[in-house]
């Protein structure tokens, strides 16, 4: 009998325990959340500079032509808007140049 207590009381410390530990810490209200992103490759970028983006374009233009594309993934369209300076650019290669693809 005295084991079955013993043990019940062990397991409810336990559970105690468990309750009191803190949550992981939340971001701060403040900080944005940080997104993967990936470089797209070179020739698609052209190609879609090229055909998408009526110039002179600025980097808000260029931005919401890349955002409505499927060929480009989330972390792709992250990564232009993390690497296109703010500007107006005259043509695809000043774009592809400012991105250094």
């Known amino acids: 009998m005295k084991t ?10 336990s559970l105690a325990a468990c309750a009191r530990r ?7 209200p403040n900080e944005a959340p940080q997104t993967a992103v990936t470089k797209p490759e070179a020739p698609a970028t052209k190609l879609h500079l090229e055909q998408h983006v009526k110039y ?6 260029i931005l919401r032509a890349c955002a409505d594309t499927p060929e480009f993934t989330p972390s ?26």
Do not use: H
Not at 56 to 61: C, F, G, I, L, M
């Open 56 to 61: 002179p374009a600025s980097r808000n233009e």
């Open 22 to 28: 803190l949550p992981p810490a939340a971001s701060s």
């Open 76 to 101: 792709q369209k992250a990564w232009f808007e993390q690497n296109l300076p703010e500007a107006t650019y005259p043509s695809a290669a000043a774009v592809m140049a400012a991105l250094k693809l």
């Open 4 to 13: 079955i207590m013993y043990l019940t009381i062990a397991g409810c410390l």
